[in-house]
């Protein structure tokens, strides 16, 4: 059964730091892996798509890479801003079925 | 723009109603879900949908059903509530690619 966790769960950084959150999966055969972003009392807003046969994906100031043999993710963020404060979830789907698994999320605040 | 709408977006009911969360996309895409979302928990799967008339069981579907009679609604019936299913449900649709879209989510309260 596949199992998504996020590590660490809650993160404080002040602002202008480049920071890393991470995700890891227990099966590797994954058919992609989706970071989210999810502010507070709010849906969740897809940040980015990394496809199985990819290795990352870069949109603005994050950029998320996968290395499935590891069963690792990444999303780093350049720069952070307080706008940048919300929790952050991957979640993987194991097939092409777009059914997703869900890690716990971490959640950033980034200080003025 | 295309998006995913939900209703109510609050909803406090009695324990043993019959509740009915709606979901509507305008993203054309066949693929819908419906998740619960609690602390410790997270985010699960109760039901999904890839098509007009065909409907799955997902992680936590007990007590849970739902309908599609159409690409663009896929609404959440729960039974008989039970304050256990008290949460916050989220409806998402997915494109081509698998990549999901979420609706901004309905704060279900069963007393």
């Known amino acids: 059964k596949q199992e998504v966790t996020q590590i660490p769960a809650a993160l404080s950084v002040p602002e202008g730091e480049n920071l890393v959150l991470n995700c890891s999966f227990t099966d590797s055969a994954i058919y992609n892996l989706q970071w989210f972003r999810q502010d507070p009392g709010k849906g969740l807003t897809s940040l980015l798509l990394?496809?199985?046969?990819?290795r990352e994906q870069t949109s603005g100031r994050l950029n998320a890479s996968l290395d499935k043999s590891s069963g690792r993710s990444t999303l780093y963020i350049a720069a952070s801003q307080p706008g940048d404060s919300a929790t952050y979830l991957c979640?993987?789907?194991?097939?092409?079925?777009?059914?997703?698994?869900f890690g716990q999320g971490t959640t950033l605040q980034v200080k003025p | 723009d295309a998006e995913i709408t939900q209703s109510p977006r609050h909803k406090i009911t009695e324990t043993g109603r019959q509740v009915t969360l709606a979901c509507h996309q305008t993203?054309?895409?066949?693929?819908m879900f419906w998740y619960r979302q609690d602390l410790g928990h997270g985010l699960r799967l109760i039901h999904y949908s890839y098509g007009v008339q065909d409907t799955n069981k997902g992680e936590v579907s007990d007590g849970y059903s739902v309908s599609r009679s159409n690409t663009e609604d896929l609404p959440l019936t729960l039974e008989s509530a039970a304050s256990s299913q008290t949460s916050v449900y989220f409806c998402?649709?997915?494109?081509?690619?698998?990549?999901?879209?979420f609706g901004p989510g309905t704060r279900l309260t069963v007393l």
């Open positions: 998402a649709s997915s494109n081509s690619v698998n990549e999901q879209f």
């Open positions: 979640a993987v789907s194991s097939g092409n079925t777009g059914k997703l698994i």
């Open positions: 993203w054309n895409h066949n693929n």
């Open positions: 990394i496809q199985s046969s990819q």
